[in-house]
C-alpha cells in the first residue's frame, strides 16, 4: 500500500516511524516531511495546504491512503477536496471533513458543541472588538485568574491566563483591538478558570465507531516547573497516572460517548482522530478543547504504546470497521522530551548542526524541526527532537531519555529537565 503522510513535525515521524513496521505498506511518503522522516519513507517538497500540488504527487505516486498529522490542512478542508474531486474521492483521507474540523478552528463552535451535548466544560462567553465592554463586564463577574482564548488557530499558543483583572483587560482589548494573534483572535473566548490537573484522551472514530487509544499528558510551558511562555509542547508521558479505571470510566460516559453521539446527532461527518483536552477537578473530568487531530508531542508516546498495526487501524477506520479492531497497548510506560532552539517559543537561530544521534541507545529520536543538507541534520524549527523511551513507569522511561539526550549537541540547545514533576 502506498500511504501519504502531510506534515513536517515530530508527530508526521513518529506516524512514519510506526507504519514504516507495517508489512502491508509498499511506499510510504511524507509532504514535506523532515530529516528523519528522510531516513524512513521518501520526503515530497511541498506545503499540505498548497491542495494542487498535494492531488498532483498523489496522482503521481499511486497513493491509496492519506494521513493528514497537522491541523492547518483539515480546517481549510482538504478531506472535502478529496471528496469533491472524481480522481481523489476514492482515496480515504484520515480527518475529519472542514465542518468538523471547526471543532478546533473555532472555539466558540466547541463550546456550543458541548453545551448542546452536556459535555461537562467551563462556563465562558465570547466577543469581538464591537462587545469589547461586555468582556470587561463578563471579566470582572468571575474569579481570577482570568482565560482568554483566541477563537481561531493560533499554533497553540493563543491562550492566556492571566491572575490580574486590570492586566487580561488590557490584554483582551490587545487580541481583539491590535490582533496579538492575528485573525485568530477577531474573536475572543473568555472561560472561567478550572483549578485541576490536565491531560489529553485520544480517541480515533469512524464517524460510527471508535477506539480509546493510550493517554497522555503534555508539558507546555518552556520553563522547569511549569514557569514562562506557553510553547508546543516540551515533553509527554503516557500513561497519566493519576488516571484510574474509575476516573476513565468517566471519561468514555461523560465525555467520549457524548462527543461521537453529539456528531452523529449534529450530522458531523467525523473521520479521524480526536484530541480532547482534559481537567480533573475534585476527581471529576472537564473538556478544555477538542483539537482534530494528534497532539504533539504526546504522539511520540501514545503510538510507541500501540502494539497493533497502525496501517490495519487505518484502514478500519476508512472502513468504518473500528467495532472489528482489537485494539493491542504495550504495558510499558512511554516518555518523551523535546530538545529545543535556543531562544524559543520566541526568536531562535536555524540551520544549527547537531551531532551525537548515531550514539543513542534504547531510546527512539523523533525529530520535529530538522532538515538534512548533503550529510549534516541541521535545526529548522524551535522543536527540534523528541527523544522518547519506554521504562515499567514514566521514573525510568525518563531516565532513559535524559541518559540519551546528554549524547546529543547543537548550538543553544535547550530542554526541561523536570518533566512528569506534577506527578
Same mark, same amino acid.
Given at each position: 500500500?502506498?500511504?501519504?503522510?502531510?506534515?513536517?513535525?515530530?508527530?508526521?515521524?513518529?506516524?512514519?516511524?510506526?507504519?514504516?513496521?507495517?508489512?502491508?505498506?509498499?511506499?510510504?511518503?511524507?509532504?514535506?516531511?523532515?530529516?528523519?522522516?528522510?531516513?524512513?519513507?521518501?520526503?515530497?517538497?511541498?506545503?499540505?495546504?498548497?491542495?494542487?500540488?498535494?492531488?498532483?504527487?498523489?496522482?503521481?505516486?499511486?497513493?491509496?491512503?492519506?494521513?493528514?498529522?497537522?491541523?492547518?490542512?483539515?480546517?481549510?478542508?482538504?478531506?472535502?477536496?478529496?471528496?469533491?474531486?472524481?480522481?481523489?474521492?476514492?482515496?480515504?483521507?484520515?480527518?475529519?471533513?472542514?465542518?468538523?474540523?471547526?471543532?478546533?478552528?473555532?472555539?466558540?463552535?466547541?463550546?456550543?458543541?458541548?453545551?448542546?451535548?452536556?459535555?461537562?466544560?467551563?462556563?465562558?462567553?465570547?466577543?469581538?472588538?464591537?462587545?469589547?465592554?461586555?468582556?470587561?463586564?463578563?471579566?470582572?463577574?468571575?474569579?481570577?485568574?482570568?482565560?482568554?482564548?483566541?477563537?481561531?488557530?493560533?499554533?497553540?499558543?493563543?491562550?492566556?491566563?492571566?491572575?490580574?483583572?486590570?492586566?487580561?483587560?488590557? *490584554?483582551?482589548?490587545?487580541?481583539?483591538? /491590535?490582533?496579538?494573534? =492575528? $485573525?485568530?483572535? +477577531?474573536? &475572543? @473566548? %473568555?472561560?472561567?478558570?478550572?483549578?485541576?490537573?490536565?491531560?489529553?484522551?485520544?480517541?480515533?472514530?469512524?464517524?460510527?465507531?471508535?477506539?480509546?487509544?493510550?493517554?497522555?499528558?503534555?508539558?507546555?510551558?518552556?520553563?522547569?516547573?511549569?514557569?514562562?511562555?506557553?510553547?508546543?509542547?516540551?515533553?509527554?508521558?503516557?500513561?497519566?497516572?493519576?488516571?484510574?479505571?474509575?476516573?476513565?470510566?468517566?471519561?468514555?460516559?461523560?465525555?467520549?460517548?457524548?462527543?461521537?453521539?453529539?456528531?452523529?446527532?449534529?450530522?458531523?461527518?467525523?473521520?479521524?482522530?480526536?484530541?480532547?483536552?482534559?481537567?480533573?477537578?475534585?476527581? *471529576?473530568?472537564?473538556?478544555?478543547?477538542? /483539537?482534530?487531530?494528534? =497532539? $504533539?508531542?504526546? +504522539?511520540? &508516546? @501514545? %503510538?510507541?504504546?500501540?502494539?497493533?498495526?497502525?496501517?490495519?487501524?487505518?484502514?478500519?477506520?476508512?472502513?468504518?470497521?473500528?467495532?472489528?479492531?482489537?485494539?493491542?497497548?504495550?504495558?510499558?510506560?512511554?516518555?518523551?522530551?523535546?530538545?529545543?532552539?535556543?531562544?524559543?517559543?520566541?526568536?531562535?537561530?536555524?540551520?544549527?548542526?547537531?551531532?551525537?544521534?548515531?550514539?543513542?541507545?534504547?531510546?527512539?529520536?523523533?525529530?520535529?524541526?530538522?532538515?538534512?543538507?548533503?550529510?549534516?541534520?541541521?535545526?529548522?524549527?524551535?522543536?527540534?527532537?523528541?527523544?522518547?523511551?519506554?521504562?515499567?513507569?514514566?521514573?525510568?522511561?525518563?531516565?532513559?531519555?535524559?541518559? /540519551?539526550?546528554?549524547?546529543?549537541?547543537?548550538?543553544?540547545?535547550?530542554?526541561?529537565?523536570?518533566?512528569?514533576?506534577?506527578?
Amino acid at each position: 500500500m502506498n500511504i501519504l503522510i502531510l506534515g513536517s513535525g515530530g508527530r508526521e515521524c513518529t506516524f512514519a516511524w510506526k507504519l514504516a513496521q507495517s508489512s502491508k505498506i509498499k511506499n510510504l511518503y511524507i509532504a514535506p516531511g523532515n530529516a528523519g522522516t528522510a531516513k524512513i519513507g521518501h520526503n515530497i517538497a511541498i506545503d499540505p495546504n498548497d491542495f494542487k500540488a498535494v492531488k498532483k504527487e498523489v496522482l503521481n505516486n499511486n497513493i491509496q491512503m492519506v494521513i493528514v498529522g497537522p491541523e492547518d490542512p483539515l480546517v481549510n478542508g482538504i478531506h472535502d477536496y478529496f471528496l469533491e474531486d472524481n480522481e481523489l474521492k476514492n482515496i480515504p483521507v484520515i480527518g475529519p471533513q472542514k465542518h468538523a474540523a471547526l471543532l478546533e478552528g473555532s472555539k466558540e463552535f466547541a463550546k456550543e458543541f458541548m453545551y448542546r451535548h452536556n459535555i461537562p466544560t467551563a462556563k465562558y462567553e465570547s466577543f469581538t472588538q464591537e462587545t469589547l465592554e461586555n468582556g470587561f463586564k463578563f471579566l470582572e463577574s468571575l474569579d481570577a485568574p482570568y482565560v482568554l482564548k483566541a477563537n481561531g488557530l493560533a499554533a497553540g499558543k493563543g491562550v492566556l491566563i492571566l491572575k490580574d483583572l486590570q492586566e487580561a483587560k488590557e *490584554e483582551l482589548k490587545e487580541m481583539l483591538t /491590535n490582533k496579538k494573534f =492575528g $485573525d485568530a483572535s +477577531t474573536k &475572543v @473566548v %473568555i472561560e472561567e478558570f478550572l483549578d485541576g490537573i490536565e491531560m489529553s484522551t485520544f480517541v480515533l472514530t469512524d464517524g460510527e465507531n471508535y477506539v480509546i487509544l493510550p493517554n497522555a499528558k503534555d508539558y507546555k510551558r518552556i520553563g522547569e516547573g511549569d514557569k514562562g511562555l506557553n510553547t508546543g509542547g516540551m515533553g509527554a508521558i503516557s500513561p497519566v497516572p493519576f488516571a484510574d479505571n474509575d476516573f476513565l470510566t468517566k471519561v468514555e460516559e461523560r465525555i467520549i460517548k457524548p462527543t461521537i453521539d453529539g456528531f452523529k446527532k449534529d450530522n458531523i461527518s467525523y473521520v479521524g482522530f480526536v484530541f480532547i483536552g482534559l481537567i480533573k477537578v475534585n476527581n *471529576e473530568p472537564l473538556v478544555i478543547e477538542y /483539537n482534530v487531530r494528534m =497532539g $504533539d508531542p504526546e +504522539t511520540e &508516546v @501514545v %503510538i510507541p504504546r500501540i502494539k497493533s498495526d497502525l496501517v490495519d487501524l487505518f484502514i478500519a477506520t476508512a472502513g468504518k470497521k473500528l467495532d472489528k479492531l482489537n485494539l493491542e497497548i504495550d504495558d510499558r510506560a512511554a516518555t518523551t522530551v523535546m530538545l529545543v532552539s535556543g531562544g524559543y517559543p520566541e526568536s531562535y537561530e536555524k540551520e544549527k548542526q547537531i551531532t551525537g544521534l548515531e550514539n543513542i541507545e534504547n531510546s527512539i529520536v523523533f525529530h520535529a524541526g530538522t532538515t538534512q543538507n548533503e550529510n549534516k541534520v541541521l535545526t529548522s524549527g524551535g522543536r527540534v527532537l523528541a527523544i522518547t523511551s519506554y521504562g515499567k513507569d514514566f521514573r525510568e522511561a525518563l531516565k532513559q531519555s535524559y541518559a /540519551n539526550i546528554e549524547k546529543i549537541k547543537f548550538d543553544k540547545m535547550s530542554y526541561r529537565t523536570d518533566i512528569g514533576f506534577d506527578l
